[in-house]
């Protein structure tokens, strides 16, 4: 059985995500707005992350992230191993393979994208840090649902909506428990536009030493580009850096 989480944490950390390079500041009516909350409920949250240090109110009703936020970011440059051992290993596979790269985590809702390297070109696909990814319909989330014990994945996939994003979308629960067992038995996972209709990927899995998914690391670009000698080509590449990975990881 699973340890419950904590959803006031979870809500609190959905209201942080709510800010971004394009939105630097929130409101009341924006939390209730995107998070469906009422306006008691949003000012509450709103008060408790002002009170820790998280945000802070720099006019009546606005709220922008706070000082507390800037020191857990330095902190987590200087002492994450995401920054020493995955984000090198990631940079050079994009220089390699001239395909933006990402790193990714399990999150309540979906994959969270939590490192990345950008292709060297003049066009390029790009996914920000923090980026929640669809479990059904993206590679990175379905090798997290095939890494799952049975009990898990059959309660992850009633949790979330199989939303149809366009007609490759798998969205029919036996054709994905198809889907996935064959990810569990190739070892890697694919996106041919099944999210986005231009945008295919390739992720597999870095594993700790008892074989647990610790992370997913996946190759993603426009969809024209991979063809199947490519996919070959990547998941070689992809599986070679996982091994670094997992190797740097742990010593």
Partial sequence: ??????????????????FSDQR??????????????NAATAHRFLTT?????VIFSHARGKYSLGLRMSEYGALAQRTSPLVSTVQPVI??????????????RAASSGVMCVATAQANRAIAVNVKIGTIL???????????????????????????????????????????????????QQGYATNLGEREPDIAAVAVPVVSKKGELILTLSVFGMRHRFAPDFIDHVRKKLEQAARIIRASYYT
Avoid at 1 to 18: D, E, H, K, Q, V
Avoid at 24 to 37: D, H, T
Avoid at 134 to 156: F, I, P, S, V
Avoid at 161 to 177: A, E, R, Y
Wanted: proline fraction near 3%.
């Fill in 49 to 53: 992350l002002e009170e820790v240090g």
């Fill in 134 to 184: 669809d479990y059904h319909a993206t590679a990175q989330g379905k090798l997290w649902l095939a890494h799952m014990h049975a009990e898990q994945r059959d309660r992850k996939i009633k949790q979330i909506s199989l939303k149809p994003f366009n007609p490759d979308t798998i969205i029919d629960t036996n054709n994905l428990l198809a889907e996935l067992e064959r990810v569990k």
């Fill in 1 to 18: 059985m699973s340890t419950p989480l904590n959803a006031s944490l979870l809500r609190g950390f959905s209201i942080l995500s709510l």
């Fill in 24 to 37: 630097n500041e929130i409101s009341v009516a924006v939390v209730c707005s995107e998070l469906n909350l």
């Fill in 91 to 104: 940079d050079r596979l994009a220089m390699e393979l001239d395909e933006a790269v990402m790193v990714a």
